[in-house]
């Protein structure tokens, strides 16, 4: 099943992913895609807010993984933009079973590095300050994450 939300500025982004984290449980994987400026990032910083984490986050495109330990559950922000398809084997896998909530930008560069289960989410940009976010809940916790929260 799929599911949608229209999120009508950056509060909206911010207040989902407030709510998303409010179901969180150790190794979640969500991953994010969708074109540049669409609002991954915002969506990172309002989980990791949520989260109690109080670093600024930005996106960690050099060092692909950033590590934030201090929240109620540790985040591993991933963005894999840059990641070489051919040298991408990173030890990314090792961070699904950590007992943190790992979320990923760009995840589709990595597709066959990813855990079967996991939270798909599509932003799409609608206008200046319109996104969709389109909802892919792969394996039942994820089913019942997007049920309560959508
Ligand atoms: N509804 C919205 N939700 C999220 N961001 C929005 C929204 N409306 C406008 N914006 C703006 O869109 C931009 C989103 O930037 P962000 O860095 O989150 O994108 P991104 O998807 O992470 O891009 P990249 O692929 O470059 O990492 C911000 O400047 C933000 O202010
Ligand atoms: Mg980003």
């Keep these: 099943m799929n599911f949608k939300y229209v999120s009508k500025n950056i509060d909206d982004t911010l207040t989902l992913a407030e709510n998303i984290e409010s179901e969180k449980f150790p190794n979640m994987v969500i991953c994010l895609d969708g074109e ?49 398809e051919v040298d991408n084997d990173i030890g990314i896998k090792d961070y699904y079973k950590k007992g943190g909530v790992t979320i990923i930008e760009w995840s589709e560069i990595i597709k066959n590095k990813l855990p079967k289960e996991r939270l798909e989410i599509v932003f799409k940009i609608v206008d200046e300050n319109t996104r969709i976010l389109l909802f892919n809940p792969i394996g039942q916790e994820y089913v019942d994450l997007c049920e309560t929260v959508l």
């Design 36 to 84: 540049l400026g669409s609002g991954k990032t915002v969506f990172v910083k309002g989980f990791a807010k949520a989260l109690g984490i109080e670093d600024n986050i930005t996106s960690p495109t050099f060092n692909i993984i950033k590590e934030y330990p201090n929240g109620e559950l540790p985040l591993y922000h991933m963005d894999v933009y840059r990641l070489d």
